[in-house]
């Protein structure tokens, strides 16, 4: 007899807590404001990346086309895996010294693993992360950046 | 009776006789076979597509996701456009696979979901074959299914299809019990086989409250085997996919998948279509007492939206269920019919029996 | 159905089945080669190495600050004690003494990161038990903790954020505000998931004796992490060992004596529990100060041998380095705790059915590329 009772309130048991897990999943059928898909292309405008979102490297200019790297190349050293070439070329200044400044700081974003080491160490400040994060495109090639722009220079404050 | 409006009989009967008028009677037969068959086909194909496209709404609601919601408002045309990439997509047969049976089966599985359908009473009067022994026709049609599904998993020539298939053949054979018992409890209630009876004879109350505990009972557990018997979550174990990556039709691409695919949902239609003409009174609108203001507001329902809305309300569940339970050991599915969900219903059909007896239900 | 398999296979014939390295419940390149008698796994062999990227090889030609990031694609999802490890024993090799603050902020990173992993990890076993709506549920709660990470160090997954010293920068102003945010929002949301998947009868009954360690096999298996917890084996490195700021919270070591699926799980749900326990104590008391301490820009480490240990979410992490006193590593060393938690599945798996494989592998919580590294 004690079987017979057992054997009953063991499917009450069982259909309870299956009529407990169809109450979360009902309850969240009937409630569309708990809904959190991002509508992203539609909500570009709107959508802000934190600022310090890692999307790629970039070299910020002012409004003078004038930026604060001195290519010593100690973000090249830093980088784990080569992501980062920098040419530099020799130029002489006002005074009549020759002084070495950068002439391209190629970036690899394809290879960019984004530890931030180059970052990190720059004496200068002159490469931050910036907050694009829609690099696809057709042609690999064009993952490979520029990042002074052409007939860009050095900041008058930056030591080199 | 009040609801004669929206009868259908006297729709069917004049262009029954509208076609007697114009030829003789072998072609008016050929003539009325091609027209339904053309009806269903379209119905068939239109309300796979758009259970296809409800289901993933109603899963991505409770999973808060929106679904699919680019191709078309609110996504709609989302299931056309993956149909047409269906139709697109080449039709692979591996090596070494048996090729005619691996052609033959998607088309059984499809086939027998179809000639179900056909028996169905959607309305009053619109019935394609209204059968004496309609409950015995569906449950035959459709246990044909399983033949697809088994021909599918040996012919495919793959491990995992192969034991997808296998456990689908001992589901469906030890479920086809309960779905056979608990359709056998209205059976005994309504006196009848004939589905449109059947229906009748819940003008003034469904069975699942004329029936007392004993119908809720075999509802409760027709819906289990149902779910179980259209090979569909948490009794999805011939797909398994987080097991055998997709069972049985592993193997199936394109437009034979999409058969599967199809056939899945239609039985999941005829599951809940079912359930609702045996239990929930088919087309017959929701009536309390006699002759209430309520009833007669409720009469001026179509029959149509009424069948639809409780088949709807039964799919509903269904789907709760795929998405909210784990997936049953195939083991543990076998127990669940053999100890549990057999002897029950066993027990609730002598109780039925005697219920009826004694004349007391309603 | 035993005996009728051997009649037609033969004796030395199996039904032989690849289970990866493409299958949804695997998670990833791990290749299961098992030997079926039906629907009964009569034997598991799996192959790994799928993902060797050599990372260890990878180490010896990178710098101490370089190794940092590689850490981090080992284990993805416990990225920060990853890092801490290898952070932590070039500090304790130079003899280098953190701030307080850092030490606050990586326990609090830590715990944020188990919380996440357990999230997913809960998702993804509902998922291969068939429960395909915990999927979503775990990774909704999750994104939470994402976002903190985001806004603090601008990655999701691999932050590369703790680094020698201290931290590659200052945690964001939001931080704390938004951890208090996220207490009591996991409050609320944990109980659903044992609404949901604990409490649910399909659910105990495809898990409860499944897959049965003994604590005898944890040890000798070296099983870590709540997979060992689950057998009883008392292993977390944050009580043994206590590192960074584990020494002065208040936690509680779970520990179960089934050993079978189900304890496994109950081990994650209940650390859930005591990381927000943990969050909770710390989350006032981040004391200001410096993010680091000045680093040499590069560091060599002292000839000899060194090792740390720290508790990831999966279990214990060994960093065992050796130095000739130049800047790059001799040779170094990880002692991933998925790697050693992935051979006793033979084990456990052996007579049951394929089903209770998948749920078997899904609670040990393996990662991949933590396995090959």
């Known amino acids: 007899m004690n079987a017979f009772f057992n054997y009953f309130s063991e499917i009450g048991r069982g259909v309870k807590t299956l009529l407990k897990g169809m109450q979360i999943t009902n309850g969240y059928f009937f409630k569309p404001r708990e809904i959190v898909t991002q509508k992203y292309p539609e909500n570009r405008a709107t959508l802000k990346m934190f600022d310090q979102f890692k999307g790629e490297v970039i070299m910020p200019h002012d409004d003078n086309n004038q930026h604060r790297c001195t290519g010593c190349g100690i973000c090249e050293n830093n980088c784990p895996n080569g992501s980062i070439q920098i040419l530099t070329k020799k130029e002489t200044n006002a005074e009549g010294k020759a002084v070495r400044i950068v002439d391209k700081h190629i970036y690899h974003l394809s290879m960019c693993t984004f530890c931030g080491l180059c970052i990190k160490t720059c004496p200068s400040d002159a490469i931050t992360w910036g907050q694009t994060f829609e690099h696809a495109v057709f042609d690999r090639s064009k993952l490979t950046k520029v990042l002074n722009k052409p007939g860009s220079t050095i900041k008058k404050e930056v030591k080199g | 009776m009040a609801f004669s409006i929206y009868d259908f009989s006297s729709f069917t009967q004049s262009i029954h006789q509208l076609l007697s008028g114009v030829m003789s009677p072998a072609w008016v037969l050929v003539s009325e076979l091609v027209l339904v068959g053309l009806v269903f086909l379209m119905f068939y194909a239109l309300l796979g597509l758009a259970l296809v496209y409800l289901e993933r709404r109603v899963c991505a609601f409770i999973q808060n996701r929106l679904g699919p919601n680019r191709v078309g408002p609110q996504g709609i045309f989302q299931t056309i456009a993956d149909l047409i990439k269906l139709l697109f997509k080449e039709i692979f047969i591996i090596k070494n696979a048996d090729k005619f049976l691996f052609n033959l089966a998607p088309f059984i599985v499809i086939i027998a979901s179809m000639m179900a359908i056909g028996a169905l009473p959607f309305a009053k009067g619109l019935h394609a074959m209204d059968f004496n022994i309609g409950v015995f026709y569906i449950l035959a049609v459709t246990s044909l299914g399983v033949v697809g599904i088994l021909l599918a998993g040996w012919s495919s020539n793959s491990k995992y299809s192969l034991l997808g298939a296998m456990r689908s053949g001992a589901q469906i054979i030890s479920y086809e019990l309960s779905v056979g018992l608990s359709m056998l409890a209205i059976i005994i209630f309504s006196g009848s086989m004939q589905l449109s009876v059947i229906v009748e004879s819940q003008a003034n109350g469904w069975w699942i409250f004329k029936g007392h505990i004993p119908a809720f009972i075999s509802f409760v557990i027709f819906l289990i085997a149902a779910t179980a018997e259209t090979n569909r979550g948490p009794f999805d174990l011939a797909e398994a996919e987080s097991e055998l990556t997709a069972g049985f039709h592993t193997e199936y691409s394109g437009i034979r998948f999409a058969f599967f695919f199809l056939a899945e949902y239609m039985n999941m239609f005829l599951a809940a279509a079912l359930a609702t003409t045996l239990f929930l009174g088919g087309w017959m609108p929701l009536h309390f007492g006699v002759d209430t203001q309520f009833n007669h507001i409720m009469d001026f329902v179509p029959p149509v939206v009424w069948f639809f809305g409780k088949t709807f309300f039964v799919i509903y569940i269904i789907m709760l269920f795929k998405w909210t339970f784990p997936r049953l050991r195939i083991d543990q599915l076998l127990t669940l019919e053999w100890k549990y969900l057999l002897p029950i219903n066993l027990f609730n059909i002598v109780l039925i029996a005697f219920l009826v007896m004694m004349g007391w239900h309603f | ?373």
Not at chain 3, 23 to 33: W, Y
Not at chain 3, 210 to 221: L, Q, R, V, W
Request: charged share 25%; hydrophobic share 35%.
């Open chain 3, 1 to 373: 159905m035993v005996e009728k398999a051997e009649v037609i296979l033969g004796e030395n014939e199996q039904y032989v089945i690849n289970m990866g390295p493409q299958h949804p419940s695997t998670h990833g390149v791990l290749r299961f080669e098992l030997s079926l008698k039906g629907e009964i796994v009569d034997k598991v062999v799996p192959h790994c190495g799928y993902i060797h990227r050599g990372i260890e090889k990878m180490c010896e030609a990178n710098t101490y600050q370089q190794i940092i990031h590689l850490t981090d694609r080992m284990d993805y999802l416990s990225a920060h004690p990853n890092n801490e490890a290898v952070s932590l024993l070039v500090e304790k090799a130079l003899g280098i003494e953190v701030p307080e603050r850092v030490k606050v902020i990586r326990t609090m990173l830590s715990e944020l990161g188990r919380l996440g992993s357990h999230q997913l990890w809960w998702a993804a076993f509902g998922m291969d038990l068939g429960a395909l709506t915990t999927f979503f549920y775990g990774l909704r709660d999750r994104e939470k903790i994402l976002d903190i990470f985001e806004e603090s160090f601008g990655s999701r997954l691999l932050h590369s954020y703790i680094c020698p010293g201290g931290l590659m920068n200052d945690i964001h102003p939001n931080f704390k505000t938004r951890v208090k945010e996220l207490i009591p929002y996991l409050r609320k949301k944990l109980p659903e998931y044992d609404q949901l998947l604990t409490g649910n009868v399909i659910f105990t009954e495809r898990s409860k004796n499944i897959g049965i360690m003994t604590k005898e096999d944890a040890i000798s298996y070296g099983i870590t992490g709540p997979s060992g917890r689950g057998s009883g084996f008392a292993c977390d490195v944050r009580k043994a060992e206590p590192y960074s700021a584990y020494d002065r919270v208040d936690f509680k070591e779970i520990l179960m004596t089934e050993g079978d699926t189900f304890a496994r799980y109950q081990v994650r749900i209940l650390e859930m529990y005591e990381s927000i326990k943990i969050l909770e104590q710390l989350v006032d008391q981040i004391p200001d100060g410096d993010y680091t301490v000045k680093m040499k820009p590069i560091i060599k480490l002292p000839e000899g041998e060194y090792y740390q240990r720290v508790e990831t979410a999966r279990g214990e992490l060994g960093v065992y380095a050796v130095s000739t006193g130049e800047k790059f590593p001799d040779r170094m060393r990880f002692r991933t705790p998925n790697f050693s938690n992935l051979f006793i599945i033979d084990k456990l798996a052996r007579g049951h059915k394929i089903a209770d494989l998948v749920a078997i592998s899904g609670s040990l919580d393996l990662v991949i590329p933590d396995i090959d590294r």
